[in-house]
Structures are given as C-alpha cells and as structure tokens.
C-alpha cells in the first residue's frame, strides 16, 4: 500500500556520502561535482551516515544555503527515508489507512496541546504523537539516537491528555527493516522511563513500518509491536 511519492518532491539524482559538517549539512560527490546537502534529520546518525554510501537527493531552490536536500540513502541494499519533515505526512497517511486500529473520520495535524505541539488530533478525542525510529540494532528499531528533551516531554503531555479524558497514543513509525521496537536507555535514559511512565498511566502504543521500493514509493508495511 503506498502512502508517499517520493518523486513527487523534484527529481531524484545519486550521490555519494562524503562527511557531515554539522547536524544539518553534509558533503556529497554527484559525479566529478562536490555538493552541499541539507540534512533534515538532526540525529547523530553514525550507524547510517558512512563515507561512500549512495544518498539520494533533490535539488534546493536557489535560495537555500545548500545545493541540494538528502531524502534518503542506501544501507546494504535497503533504501532508508532520512528527511524528518516527511514523517507527517506519511505518518497521516498511515493513520488514514488504519494503522491505529480504525479509519478515522478526522485528522488535526499540529495540535497545542499544554507545552506542546502534538503531531495529531484524531476525531477530536484522541492526541497521537508520531516518532520515526531509523537506528536499527540487533533487528530492533531504537529511539532515541541521540538525548531528546523534546520526546519525553511530548510523552509527558500525552500523560496529562489521559488524565483529562482523551485517548492517547505514541505511534512509531519504522523506517528500517526490524522486528519491534524499543526505547534505548543508554542514550537517553529519561525518555525510556517517560515511555514506560506513560505505558503504565494509559497510554496506548502503536507502530507500524516502511519501506521505500525501487520506484521511490513509501510502502506501508506490517505493524510492530515493543520488543519483549
């Protein structure tokens, strides 16, 4: 079932992985031409970003600071999505296609809610919040790669939701080839406690996973559940 066109973003070229300057920027070799790349996702990225390895981008429009944008790149064959701000989307369309269970009837993207922004409202009672996890181990997805302030205060805010009446759901989105998912504690220990914190206060968890085809199409693929 596909739920994105990556095509539909620009024309996709090749390139090779050269080194990351900093979080949002990365040097890459199209052809004999050395080019600049933004890098939507701020993670550290060790266990994918290896010099060599085929990227693929889009070019940026002549305003930006970098020549072109990463959209995703090739981990020993599997295509790996690496731009964030296309999680949304693809995360609203995994939700119209029922990965929580139902096809909702309304979908609120962006939503205050206490501190925080949360990514969805779903029929007006529901708050959702979506993670994608792209660090795989041992055939687990893990999240976080890097300490996220961020992440446990969104799953702290999805703790007051409940406690106020809505539904509410951590949905992670997969975006390698694993078998579940799990929070990593060595990384950022907060954030694995929040996660079981907010298991044990009401809070529903969902996953599901992704896989880019030889098309560029994101293909929704299985559920995932918490690795035991």
């Not at 020549?67 to 995360?91: H, P, Q």
Request: glycine letters at 6%; a positive charge; hydrophobic letters at 40%.
């Amino acid at each position: 079932m596909i739920l994105f066109d990556l095509k539909s973003l620009g024309k996709i070229e090749e390139a090779v992985f050269l080194e990351r300057p900093n979080r949002f920027k990365a040097i890459c070799k199209k052809g004999n031409e050395i080019i600049t790349c933004h890098v939507a996702d701020s993670g550290r990225l060790k266990e994918i970003f290896i010099k060599g390895r085929q990227v693929f981008v889009i070019k940026n429009n002549p305003d930006m600071k970098t020549d072109y944008k990463i959209i995703a790149i090739n981990v020993d064959g599997e295509i790996v999505l690496l731009n964030t701000s296309l999680y949304s989307k693809i995360g609203e369309e995994a939700i119209k296609k029922g990965v929580l269970g139902f096809i909702p009837d309304k979908i609120k993207k962006e939503v205050q809610f206490g501190n925080s922004r949360i990514d969805y409202l779903i029929n007006e009672n529901i708050l959702v919040e979506l993670k994608g996890s792209n660090l795989l181990i041992e055939n687990k997805c893990l999240f976080p790669d890097a300490p996220t302030e961020r992440g446990a205060r969104h799953l702290e805010e999805l703790i007051e939701a409940k406690k106020q009446g809505y539904k509410a759901i951590i949905l992670f989105m997969a975006v390698r080839k694993c078998n579940c998912f799990y929070p990593y504690k060595q990384v950022d220990e907060k954030f694995f406690n929040t996660f079981f914190k907010a298991l044990q206060n009401g809070v529903e968890f969902k996953g599901f996973k992704i896989e880019i085809d030889k098309n560029f199409n994101v293909i929704l693929k299985e559920n995932i559940k918490i690795c035991e």
